[in-house]
C-alpha cells in the first residue's frame, strides 16, 4: 500500500496518510507486542538492554527476540528476523547496525508492524542521507509510525512499555502519571526523566524523537492532545521539522492542555551547536517565541524551568490569581512576597472572617497577614486549622504553602494535613520546602501525591506565574 | 569593666569595645569551654538538644550543664549556675526562658564568659524591649560577644561547635570547608546549612543571628575578613543593622574574599513582611543594591543563587573571561551555549593545537568546536585526553564540563579524572550534571573534592559570572 513517498515531510501532511500514522502511534506508546530486533547477550548492548526492559518490567504483550546468530537471549528463545514472529509484531524495537535497518523494518512490516522505534545511529546525522531517505520511504508507503532513527527510545510506564536503553540504575524510570515529554535531545530527555523518578513525579508518555524522519514533534503533538492520560506536554526542541503542521497540532493541543516548550539554541553559538548536533535550523529566537505564543505554548528558560512548569499542570485551573501564602520560617514568607511581586502576581487580602479565625486559632505572638508566618513552634494542627481557613477563603485563589520539615515541632503528620487539603480539591496547593535528605523525602511524598513542590519560594511563584498565564489562555485563546 | 552602654549599635562602633567584641567573637566560634544554660532531659527541648550536639558531636572542650532542678543530664553532673563551674566558661548557650536570661548572662560573666549564644526568644520580636535594651548593656559594659537573642544558634564544623537546635536527623550538618554563611532569619539559614550538607559542600561557620542586639552583620563580616579558614562569606539579611559598621566590613571583607547576599524585602509587601518578622526596615531596594555594588558584595535573587554562587568561590580565582564547554550530551552542550550567551560571556576559541590534538583523539562522527561533543560513547579516557588539550589551551580560562552519568559508556572513574583536573590548579573547573539519584550521588562527591557541580548549564554559568565579575573587582576594586 503505497500512500505518499514525498520527500518533504510536510508534503505527508496533507496526505491521507497523517491520520493514519498519528493513529499507528498507539502501536508505538501501547504495543499489543514488541519485537527487540538485535536482542543480545552483553549487558551493555542496546538489544540487551531494552529485551531485558520488557521482560522484568512487566510488559503484558508479546515479547520477540530477534537474533539470527543465537538460539536464545535472557531465556527467551530467539528468531532470525521479525516474520518468523508467531503472532504479529505490532511495534518493532530496532538495535542493529545501520545497513541492517531497512530490511529489518521490511520483516516488521511483514509481520504486520505498525511502529517501529529506531535507535540505531549513523543516518543523516553522520551524512548518510541516503540512508535515512530509505527507511523514510519504507515506512511512509506503509503507514508505519516510525520513531527515530538515532534516538534514545520511548517510556510508558502504565503499559511498562521501555525501550529507552539507559540503564534503569544510572537512569531511574517515574512512576505512571500525567505529563508526558517529548524531546528532540535524547541526552536531555535522559535528564528530565531521570529527574521526575527521583522527585516522585509520574509521567504518561516519554519519546525522545531524534531524527525525526517520519514521526517529529508535529505528529506526537497530535497523537498527545487526545491521549486521556496525558494531563500536560513538554518538549525540549532545538529546531522545528514541520512548522505548519507543528503550529496546527500545538494549537490543537493547547486548546486541551498546556504545553510547555525548552527552545535550544537561541543564541548564535547555541544555533551554531545545534545545526552540529541535530542539524536543526535553530536561532531566530524571536521568531520561534511568537510562534510559541501563537499556538499557546508556555516556554521555559531552563531545565529547571522546564521540569518546575510540567509539575505544576496537574492541578486542576484557578479561576483566579490571588495568591495566599502559609509558612512556618518568616524569612522564607518574606522572600515568597518578594517573588509573588517580581513576577507580577497578586498577593490575596485575607477576608474579615479568615483574619477573625486566625487571630483566634494563632498563638498570641503570631499575627493574621498574608503571608502568614504561623511561626517556627507550628505543628501539623496549627497547619491544619490555618489551611481550613483559607481553602474557605473566597479571597484566595491559589495557596502556596512553605513548609520547613526540619522543625522539631513538625512531625511527618503533616503530609496527611496537605494530601487531605489538595484532596478536598477547593483550590491549587503547591508546596515550597528547602533542605536535604530529610525534607528531600517528604517532598518526594508530597509530589507522589500530585502535590507539586518547589525547593525555593521564587521557583514556585514562577511556576504558579505560568500556571495563571495558561488559566487565561484557556478561557480566552 | 564598664565600657559602653549606649543605646544605639552604631555608637558602640566608635568605642573601644569594638575591636574587644569582634576578638571575642572567637569565643563563639572556638569556645575552650561551654556552658549549657538550660541542660535539659526531655529530647525535643533546646538545651537538650544543644548539649547533645556538644557531647556526642566530638567537642574537644569542657562542657558544663547547668540546670538547678536535676543532679545530671545525658550522664553529666549538672552545676547549679554557671558560676559554680570548676573551671571558665569561654561561652554560654542559654536557652532559659526570657526572664531568667539576664541573670545567666550576669553568672556566665563572673565565670569568664567572653562570649554567649542567646537561643531564648522574647525580647524585642514580641515587644519586649526593656528586657532586651538590659541584656545589651550588661554584654557591652561587659565586651561579652552576644549572638541573639531569638536566633538559631551556631555552627563551626572544624571545632565540632554545634549550637544549633534543630535535630541532626531533619537538617544535616556539612563537613569543614570554606564557605561562611551568617543569617539574619534562622530558618533560612537552617534550610541552607541542610542544602550544603546534603549537597556535599562544605562549610567554615554558619551563624543565625536572630535579633543581632550586640553583635550584628557588621561585627561578623569584620570578624570572617580575618577568619583564614573563610574563604567566601555568604549572607541572608533583611535589613542592615548599623549601616556604617556593614559598609565599612564589607569593604575590608571584599578586598580579600568575596561576599554573596540574599536581600529579602525588595519588594513592598516583602519590606511588610520582614518589618513584622525581624523588624528590619527592608525596601529601598535600590539603595541596598547600590550600596551592596559599592561595597564589593555580589547580589543573589533568590535561595538558588545564593547556595550556588557560594559554591563556586571555593575554586582558585580566574585572570581571563573565556569558557571552554566539554559535553557527552549534544542538546545539554547547546543549552550551555545559550546559557553563555544569556549571562554576557564568552565562548573560547580553541588554539588550533587544541583542534589538531582534538581532532586526532576523536572518533570519526564527533568533531572538534566548543562546546565539544564527545558523544554520548564517550567514557573515562576520552574525558581525560579532552580536559587534558582543554587544561592546556591557553585560550581557555574556565572550564565547564558537563557530565551526564546515565550513560551506558561512562563509569565512576570520570570522578578520579575530574578531580585530577581540578588538583593540577591550572583552571577553574565547574561540572554540571542533571538527574536523579545515581547522578546526586557523584555530584556529591565532586563537591566534596571542592569541585563545584550544578544542576544544569544555566545555573552554572549563572555561578561563573558572579565569579568573573568578582575576580574583575578583586583585581580592580
Redesign the interface.
Known sequence: MMKNSSKSPSSARSSSSLPRLIRNLDAVFEPKSVAVIGASHEP?KIGH?ILRNFLEGGYGGEVYAVNPNTPDVLGVKTIKRASDAAGKVDCALVAVPAQFVESALKDSISAGARAAVVITGGFGE?GNKAGEEKIKRLALDNDLALIGPNCMGVLNPAARVDSV???I????RPHAGGISFI??????G???V??A???GVGMSKFVSYGNATVINEGHLLRYLAQDSSTQAVVS?M?GVKDGPLFMSSAKVLTREKPLVI?K???????A???A???GSL?GAAEVYSAAFQQAGALEA????ELFDFAKIFTLPSSAGSRIGILT????????A??????EGLQ?AEFSARSMAALRSMLPS?A?P???M?LI?DADSARYERALQIMLDDSNIDVLVVIV?????ALDSSVINVLVKAAQSKKKPIVVVS???????LHRRILDGYGIPTY?????AMRAVAKFLQYAKYRNNP
Chains 1, 2 share one sequence.
Do not use: W
Open positions: 551493555n538492554v553522520v536503553f539507559l540503564p540504575y544510572k537512569m531511574g524531546s528532540q535531545s535524547g541526552a536531555v535522559g535528564c528530565i531521570d529527574l523518578a527521583r522527585a525540549y532545538e525548552l535550544a539554541g537561541k543564541s548564535k553559538h547555541g551554531a551547536a545545534a552540529s548536533h541535530t535553530a528558560n531552563s531545565l529547571e512556618n520560617g518568616g524569612g522564607n514568607g518574606v522572600l512576597a518578594d517573588a509573588v511581586e517580581a498577593l505572638y499575627t497577614r498574608n503571608p508566618d517556627g520547613l520539615f526540619q522543625t522539631a528547602t533542605g536535604g535528605e530529610y525534607t528531600e525547593p525555593s519560594p521564587s521557583s
